[in-house]
């Protein structure tokens, strides 16, 4: 199953989605606002921002909270991510947020934005070559 790409008006509508989603960021010690938007295979948007906690390991990034909200609704197939900050340059998920990703949504469509209007699109499977995996999925 390959990726099926994004028309731009679906495009538009997850980045606005993510955008909305940093408004909420809780980022009191980095200071660096991002949000996320996953694309469910049935249309539905799951927004998702990043909440930070003293203890830094506890943390978690805007695009795992958008996977963890629709997975929790019973959502588990999906086409695309939005992911926005306010960067010069757009942002690309981390390590972790690349892995969950993988976990949950394999080779999805990942769109990186800034809130100054840059726009770049790949795919997970291009940031995360070989991804790691472990036996079958549900």
Same mark, same amino acid.
């Given at each position: ?9 679906? !495009?538009?509508?997850?980045? @606005?989605?993510? #955008? *909305? +989603?940093? $408004? ?9 606002? &991002? ?41 588990? !197939?999906?086409?695309?991510? @939005?992911?926005? #900050? *306010? +960067?010069? $340059? ?9 892995? &969950? ?38």
């Amino acid at each position: 199953m390959g990726v099926k790409g994004l028309t731009p008006g679906e !495009r538009d509508s997850l980045i @606005a989605a993510a #955008t *909305a +989603a940093r $408004e909420k960021a809780a980022a009191p010690y980095s200071h660096f606002h &991002v949000g996320a938007a996953l694309l469910s295979e049935d249309g539905r948007v799951f927004g998702g921002c990043n909440v930070e906690s003293a203890s830094f390991g506890l943390t978690n990034c805007a695009e795992r909270t958008a996977v963890f909200k629709a997975v929790s609704e019973g959502v588990r !197939r999906f086409r695309a991510v @939005a992911v926005v #900050t *306010a +960067a010069d $340059e757009p942002t690309s998920p981390c390590g972790a947020c690349r892995q &969950v990703l993988w976990d949950q949504c394999r080779d999805i469509v990942v769109v990186m934005a800034t809130t100054g209007g840059a726009v770049e699109e790949t795919t997970l499977a291009t940031l995360l070559p070989r991804a790691f995996e472990l036996g079958e999925r549900e």
